[in-house]
């Protein structure tokens, strides 16, 4: 038996943040993981999907020098090479990990958890092992949701993880759902020469993102020659020679496409099958694991975070609830707070968010203000040579309080953070205005776009009266 203060099923971002933030508070920790520490995000998902993006990224560098001036010859992709990388910077964030988590005392158990009751833990690893603990913090994180179709359940359909492990680019390759699993594949498999295919429910790709983002990133997509079908209700998939034909309606209109493989991103589901939740009462909704502000569950003394809790299933979501399982594990009253998470979508280029869009903040009873900048009107941007995109502050006009930030273009996932921090301090737009920016930077086309709610953007041909 292992005795500690607190037991925590599961290493991904929710469970070992948890684990740290225990263990600084002085408690003494066990962690559960089955598999390799680091959870979707650092094995299976974040992570190694922007390993290849990089690969990515420098190909499309690579392809485009020549209007730099700089001729370059023969390029070609080695696939198996990339994916070799892409392993080499999981294994080696994984094993940095694994020392943090050393370095704090954390004892580490491999094995399959399951919950006994409140104060303890069953583990099936190697041979059985029970945990004794005050309090258990819950972290099983999610697994793909299946597309509820026929035929969509046969085992050649892949999911992310399995498309993070094919041996060779499919020569075509269909997506199912164009969230933003099915985004960042498809600018992957595209851009390494695979003919993509995305087939959406929803009247648009990222159905929850700003319309004025989502145009910008869609028409990219397509671009690069990606067929997108919005609107599109898959009802059966069936086995041909080439691999897969998916049959769908858009409208009611009957169509079919053909592809060598299918990925499935329609969504993911809490992994709680064998968590022993139901024994022991621990309330759920649609499968997620029911949490009050401090985290913990129906069960007092046990926390539970991350995607299986449901909300944004982001790392940096999962990583806050972990610190604040921990907090109250500790015997602190602290509180998550929902109202400024990024949102990264690592396409080319990037997109993100945070905040209500500008359909959410009218929705919301808002007297909305809207600044736009758009990047072909920043000098950085045009030096890079990367124009393409927009930055959208949505506001509050009586007050001038940012709702929310939407940015299209490079390092739109850094760019967010000015914003973020302006809003998690309920930060105005002439807060973010009144700060200088240095120039020329990116970061400067979100000041202008600040300053553009209140029609006084400097960098930018003088507003119609009452445009906004
Ligand atoms: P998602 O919810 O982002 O997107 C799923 C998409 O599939 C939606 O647009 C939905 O309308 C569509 N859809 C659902 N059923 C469908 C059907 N039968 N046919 C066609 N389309 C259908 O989910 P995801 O892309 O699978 O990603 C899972 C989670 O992982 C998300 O919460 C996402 O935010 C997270 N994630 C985040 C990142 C990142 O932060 N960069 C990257 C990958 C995944």
Redesign the pocket.
Same mark, same amino acid.
């Given at each position: 038996m292992i005795e500690s203060d607190v037991a925590i099923i599961g290493g991904g971002p929710g469970g070992y943040v948890a684990a740290i933030r225990a263990a600084q508070l002085g408690l003494k920790v066990a962690l559960v993981e089955k598999e390799a520490l680091g959870g979707t995000c650092l094995n299976r998902?974040?992570i190694p999907?922007k390993a290849l993006i990089r690969g990515v990224e420098l190909l499309d560098a690579i392809r485009n020098a020549e209007e730099y001036g700089i001729a370059v010859a023969g390029v070609s992709t080695d696939f198996q090479k990339m994916m070799a990388r892409k392993e080499a910077v999981v294994k080696r964030l994984v094993g940095g990990l694994e020392a943090v988590l050393l370095s704090h005392n954390i004892r580490i158990v491999r094995g399959v958890a399951t919950l006994v009751s409140a104060t303890e833990v069953e583990v099936a690893g190697e041979a059985k092992e029970n945990i004794k603990a005050r309090n258990v913090i819950l972290a099983p994180g999610?697994v793909?949701?299946p #597309?509820? =179709?026929p035929g969509a359940q046969s085992p050649d359909i892949l999911d992310?993880q399995a498309a993070l492990s094919l041996g060779e680019i499919p020569k075509s390759l269909a997506i #199912?759902? =164009?969230?933003?699993?099915?985004?960042?594949f498809a600018t992957i498999f595209a851009r390494l020469g695979s003919s993509v295919t995305l087939?959406?429910?929803?009247p648009k790709?990222?159905?929850?993102e700003d319309a004025e983002i989502t145009s910008i990133l869609e028409k990219s997509l397509r671009k690069i020659g990606i067929g997108i079908h919005t609107s599109?209700?898959?009802t059966r998939i069936t086995d041909v020679p080439a691999g897969k034909s998916i049959s769908?309606t858009v409208n009611g209109q009957p169509k079919e496409i053909q592809a060598q493989r299918v990925l499935a991103?329609?969504?993911?589901r809490p992994n709680t099958e064998g968590l022993g939740l139901d024994r022991l009462g621990i309330a759920t909704e649609k499968g997620f694991i029911k949490v009050n502000e401090r985290l913990e569950t129906s069960l007092p003394g046990v926390y539970a975070v991350g995607?299986a809790v449901g909300g944004?299933?982001?790392?940096h979501k999962a990583f806050a609830e972990g610190e604040i399982a921990a907090e109250n594990a500790a015997g602190q009253k602290t509180a998550m707070d929902y109202r400024v998470i990024p949102?990264?979508?690592?396409t080319i280029p990037e997109a993100a968010a945070v905040g209500m869009s500008e359909a959410e903040a009218r929705e919301a009873g808002h007297d909305v203000q809207v600044g736009r900048f758009p990047l072909a009107g920043s000098g950085k941007a045009t030096v890079l040579g990367e124009t393409r995109g927009l930055v959208k502050v949505v506001a509050d006009g009586d007050t001038g309080e940012i709702l929310g930030v939407h940015i299209c273009g490079p390092q739109a996932t850094e760019l967010i953070h000015e914003a973020v921090l302006v809003m998690n301090l309920e930060g105005t737009v002439e807060d973010l205005a009144a700060a200088i920016h240095a120039h020329p930077t990116l970061s400067e086309a979100v000041r202008e776009a600040a300053l553009d709610s209140r029609g006084l953007a400097i960098h930018m041909p003088a507003r119609r009266r009452g445009a906004n």
């Open positions: 998902g974040c999907t999610a793909s949701a #597309i509820p =179709a992310s #199912i759902g =164009a969230g933003v699993i099915g985004v960042e087939l959406e429910a929803l790709v990222l159905p929850q599109a209700q898959v769908f991103a329609v969504g993911r995607d944004l299933q982001l790392a949102r990264c979508i690592y």
